[in-house]
Each structure stands twice: as structure tokens, then as C-alpha cells.
């Protein structure tokens, strides 16, 4: 039942937009909004006169299971692009802003994806978008990895894979604040954040690149010291 819905929300918002082609950012915002609200109609009929079924349970009970059964399946549903079907986006930015608030602080280009890093409330926020021939998807969190973490000395790495993909990315936070000396095996590219904390009087640095490979020859060097990530 839920898949012949999601069939008849894919077709009308297909229709609207025109389907596979590329829309503004304003109207794709929209389009999230009134997919999940279809959505959320077609759950609470279909689940109401299924719940109906069931004597046992008096009326208000059924409205009551009915809409809690709807705010759950919807919620759920933001973390299923069903839009990926027919909307591509112009730029890793419009595919972050379509269902997240908050500035993209940087974007970090990988081979098959993008790993955006986003801003909201002084905490940063984490995407990988995949590419498509004519622009980007939308990216899911369960699609998303994290391979390896390590602390050492005050500083936080972790590792991080899109599915399918031999796209990784690193991040390293210092939490001892001040900058970094970092390369890698790969010659990896590493670009920064930072944050500065009055109350402390420090600099907070947040490192990313993209990894071509990871393996157990990857190497990391911090500060002139080599740092093994598989141990």
C-alpha cells in the first residue's frame, strides 16, 4: 500500500516540476514540504481505514494510533530521498540548503561525491551528496559510514565513506586549539575551519580532505609526527 502511494506523490510532484529537470532552490524547498505533507495524507487514509478494520478498538483510539502511526512514517520518510527520482540539483549547496538550515561553511570535492560541512548553532553538521551526470542527489545519513576514529594528544580523526563508493574523507578536530601541520601518504589536500572561542582566548581548527584510498599503507602525519589510524 505505502509503495502505490509513494508511486502517486512521485507523479505529481514529477508533473509539477517537470520531471528530471533541474528547478530552482526556492521551489525545491517547497517541493519537500508539500511531498511530505502528500505523503503524510496518503499514510493517514490508508492507515485510518486499516486500523477501521479492526473492531476492538473504538474510534478514538483509531484516530489516535492513525496519527501517531503518520508522524512517525513521516518523519521517517526525510530520511528517504524519494525526491532523487526526479529532482537533480545545480550545486552540492542548493542539495544541502534543500532540507537543512544553517550556512555551508565548505565543501570538500570528492571524485563520486561532495562532503559538505554545514553550520547551525555553533555545531557543525555533516553531508555527503553523490554526483549524477547533470548535478547532484540528495545524500542519506544510512548511506554514510564512518569507518575510523581516533583520538591522540587531543586530537580527534575520523573516516568516513559514501556506500558504494572508494570515496573517503577525513576529518581532524584539535581540540587543544591552534593550527596543524598535517600531510598524508595519499598527498592529500587538507583545507580548515576555525572557530575562535573568546572565553578561552583560542583558535579551534577543524581539518578535512578528500582520501582517493584508504587503506592500511595510509599514513597520517600530524606535526612531524606519523600517526597510524588501523591500531
Known amino acids: 500500500m505505502l509503495l502505490m502511494s509513494e508511486r502517486i506523490i512521485l507523479n505529481i510532484a514529477g508533473q509539477a516540476i517537470h520531471r528530471r529537470h533541474m528547478v530552482p532552490d526556492k521551489e525545491k524547498r517547497m517541493l519537500f514540504a508539500i511531498t511530505r505533507i502528500i505523503l503524510g495524507i496518503t499514510i493517514f487514509i490508508i492507515g485510518y481505514f486499516s486500523i477501521s478494520k479492526i473492531k476492538a478498538i473504538n474510534a478514538c483510539r483509531k484516530l489516535i494510533i492513525t496519527f501517531m502511526l503518520t508522524i512517525i ?7 528517504i530521498p524519494l525526491e532523487n527520482v526526479f529532482v537533480t540539483f545545480s550545486s552540492p549547496e542548493s542539495a544541502y540548503n534543500y532540507n537543512h538550515s544553517g550556512k555551508v561553511k565548505l565543501i570538500v570535492n570528492g571524485s563520486k561525491t561532495d562532503f559538505i560541512v554545514g553550520g547551525k548553532n555553533n555545531t557543525d553538521v555533516y553531508l555527503i551528496v553523490p554526483r549524477s551526470d547533470n548535478g547532484w542527489k540528495q545524500g542519506m545519513g544510512l548511506d554514510t559510514k564512518r569507518i575510523c576514529d581516533k583520538i591522540f594528544d587531543g586530537i580527534t580523526v575520523y573516516v568516513y565513506q559514501y556506500k558504494n563508493t572508494d570515496d573517503y574523507y577525513i576529518v581532524l578536530l584539535n581540540t587543544n586549539g591552534g593550527p596543524l601541520d598535517i600531510t598524508d601518504s ?7 575551519s576555525e572557530s575562535a572561542n573568546n ?8 581539518y578535512y580532505a578528500y582520501l582517493n584510498s584508504f587503506n592500511r599503507q595510509y ?3 600530524v606535526n612531524g609526527e606519523n600517526v597510524s589510524l588501523f591500531n
Not at 73 to 79: Q, R, V
Not at 199 to 206: A, D, P, R, S, V
Open 73 to 79: 512514517l513521516t518523519t521517517l520518510s526525510a530520511l
Open 186 to 192: 595519499n598527498n592529500s589536500e587538507f583545507i580548515y
Open 199 to 206: 572565553t578561552l582566548n583560542k583558535t579551534f581548527y577543524t
Open 219 to 221: 599514513t597520517l602525519t
